[in-house]
């Protein structure tokens, strides 16, 4: 797939996975300033309609946040459900330490576990989660099919995947002022706050390279889950998905 060729330095001979561990460490101490300048804020409509799916769904046992960088969506799957335990995965030590201080100031760390993992090697068994969640965070696989099926795996059977990822908008209106921002502005912006050159130019790579609406959903059914669905959201700038693992027969 062309998303898993698109990497954040350009580096042949480390795989992708390498790079986005190390560009995250990078770029933590920016990110969630970086969140919500470039969204200017909308990254938190679109995870309330994500929430939303979620909350319809209703789904028990563990759930699991893969991605889960500092933690954004593990606190706020923790406010729909009070008794849900959450756990977040990332590659990125650096995301996961801003992501435990946000935790304890929530006073959530009896509930929410944040840990390093690899979501193509996920420890944990088969049908033990829910509920599986992946914010902006599938684009940077290393093997998109491979983590698919790896959160399909840890799904029982009757849970639900909850993926939001960035998306190009196809609107002939829309898409010069995305194209100007994105690739120019902030990639600018990036340089300037996050001081690594090459991360936020790699952000609209990723976006535009990633598989997108019925393409994505395509990739969801040969993963294992049914009733894959897509929601475009604030003009085909971000898109909602949901799956769900087949019940037992």
């Given at each position: 797939m062309d998303c898993?060729?698109?990497?954040?330095?350009?580096d042949n001979d480390r795989p992708k996975s390498e790079q986005v561990e190390a560009m995250?460490?990078?770029?933590?101490?920016?990110?969630d300033f970086m969140n919500r300048a470039m969204s200017f804020g909308l990254h938190r409509l679109w995870?309330?309609?994500?929430?939303s799916a979620v909350r319809k769904s209703n789904p028990g046992g563990e759930w699991l946040d893969v991605a889960t960088g500092t933690a954004d969506v593990a606190i706020s799957l923790a406010g729909i459900s009070p008794q849900a335990h959450i756990t977040g995965i990332d590659l990125s030590e650096?995301?996961?330490e801003r992501g435990r201080e946000k935790v304890a100031r929530a006073g959530l760390s009896g509930r929410i576990t944040l840990q390093r993992a690899d979501c193509l090697e996920l420890p944990f068994a088969d049908g033990s989660m829910g509920l599986v969640t992946v914010a902006y965070g599938v684009r940077n696989f290393q093997d998109l099919a491979a983590g698919l099926r790896e959160m399909a795996r840890v799904l029982r059977p009757g849970g639900m995947l909850m993926v939001i990822e960035l998306s190009t908008p196809t609107s002939p209106l829309i898409r010069p002022l995305y194209n100007l921002y994105t690739r120019h502005i902030i990639p600018l912006m990036g340089r300037i706050v996050s001081k690594d050159v090459r991360a936020y130019s790699y952000l609209p790579e990723s976006i535009a390279a990633v598989p997108?609406?019925?393409d994505m959903?395509?990739?969801l059914r040969q993963s294992g889950l049914t009733d894959a669905r897509f929601r475009a959201m604030t003009f085909g700038t971000c898109t909602l998905y949901t799956a769900y693992k087949p019940k037992q027969q």
């Open positions: 898993e060729k698109i990497t954040p330095y350009g995250f460490d990078n770029i933590a101490p920016a990110y995870l309330r309609r994500g929430l650096g995301m996961l997108q609406g019925s959903t395509e990739l």
